[in-house]
């Protein structure tokens, strides 16, 4: 069997660089998840490695299926040393262990929630999970298993969670765009959403 995760380090190394810190998280019941920082100039980019270990499953399945379904990995890029995005590793890891703990599949335009502040003083408490291929390229693996995707995580505040859970992820998007928001801020303020 293919080792997944070092496929997934490689290509996060070959696509990033190498990272210059790294935390592991544990949580009852589940695979370990890792999270990487990346500096990037003026950015910080934060990638977890442990959540394609296995695929996804859809909660209806009757039974999982261990080797063929969607797989990915989440990536936040915030601008370093305005606030400290480094306490992001837990809120991190616990989205990338909510398929296990939650059977849930993790994809482009959903939101998800850690219920607390992503970092000290941080606006936000969720991301909206965008598009994957334009920062990491997927990483395609052997069939029957499907690419690992790696999916960019946009935080938001609960204001435009909420406005998103009624007008969808394309609209609030939308919003971010006509706005000029610089969604890698950490200290933003919510998006005009009159």
């Not at 810190?21 to 370990?32: H, K």
């Not at 994957?132 to 999916?151: I, K, N, Q, T």
């Amino acid at each position: 069997m293919v080792d997944v995760l070092a496929l997934v380090e490689a290509r996060l190394r070959t696509a990033l660089g190498e990272p210059d810190a790294r935390a592991a998280v544990t949580f009852l019941g589940t695979d370990r998840i890792e999270v990487l920082r990346f500096p990037d100039g003026d950015i910080a980019r934060y990638a977890t490695l442990g959540m394609s270990a296995a695929p996804m499953t859809d909660p209806t399945a009757a039974l999982a299926d261990p080797v063929s379904g969607p797989r990915a990995e989440l990536v936040l890029s915030v601008r370093a040393g305005l606030a400290d995005t480094d306490k992001v590793l837990r809120p991190l890891a616990v989205l990338a262990a909510s398929p296990q703990v939650e059977g849930v599949v993790v994809a482009p335009g959903a939101s998800l929630d850690v219920g607390e502040p992503l970092w000290p003083g941080a606006q936000f408490t969720s991301v909206l999970v965008a598009e994957p291929g334009g920062l990491v390229e997927d990483l395609e693996l052997d069939a029957p298993m499907e690419p690992v995707r790696f999916l960019p995580l946009l935080p938001m505040t609960p204001n435009e969670a909420a406005w998103k859970r009624v007008h969808g992820a394309a609209e609030l998007r939308e919003r971010w765009l006509s706005s000029g928001t610089d969604l890698r801020d950490p200290l933003r303020r919510s998006v005009s959403l009159d």
